[in-house]
């Protein structure tokens, strides 16, 4: 009796094992792989994949150059400053879901006017402080 279990056992467990790789195989069938590309072709539009979870690449940015708004103006000063940029860079999140088979617009910004941040919800030193060193620092330099 005790011979039937384990040959019970045996043939369970390769059974499983069985499974187990016909699960993973058919898996790999869903996936997608994409290419980073570049913009070798000068339309504006340059892609990066990535992943939300280690080994797992299921996330696409898309970077995105749009021709100039119409005029953004300060008024009220003497010289009135046109704010346009000459290029416009958007940033676009996506997420593939269902095994690859859709992909989900996650965020969207507009990146034109962030360059000129300097300093936004930093920790010191900022970047002030430290322009501000460096050019004492010059000028201390400079007087030797």
Request: hydrophobic share 35%; charged share 30%; with cysteine.
């Amino acid at each position: 009796m005790q011979k039937w279990g384990f040959f019970t056992m045996g043939m369970m467990s390769g059974i499983i094992v069985l499974l187990v790789f016909a699960l993973l195989s058919q898996h790999g069938e869903n996936l997608a792989y994409a290419k980073q590309a570049t913009d070798n072709d000068g339309k504006g539009l340059i892609m990066a994949t990535g992943g939300s979870q280690q080994g797992i690449q299921d996330i696409v940015w898309v970077l995105h150059e749009h021709p100039p708004l119409p005029a953004l103006k300060v008024e009220g000063t003497e010289e009135s400053k046109d704010l346009r940029k000459e290029k416009r860079l958007s940033l676009l999140l996506y997420r593939c879901e269902n095994q690859a088979k859709s992909m989900k617009l996650i965020s969207a910004r507009d990146l034109s006017y962030d360059e000129e941040m300097m300093d936004y919800n930093c920790e010191k030193p900022k970047v002030g402080e430290i322009y501000a060193d460096l050019k004492k620092q010059a000028e201390r330099n400079k007087g030797k």
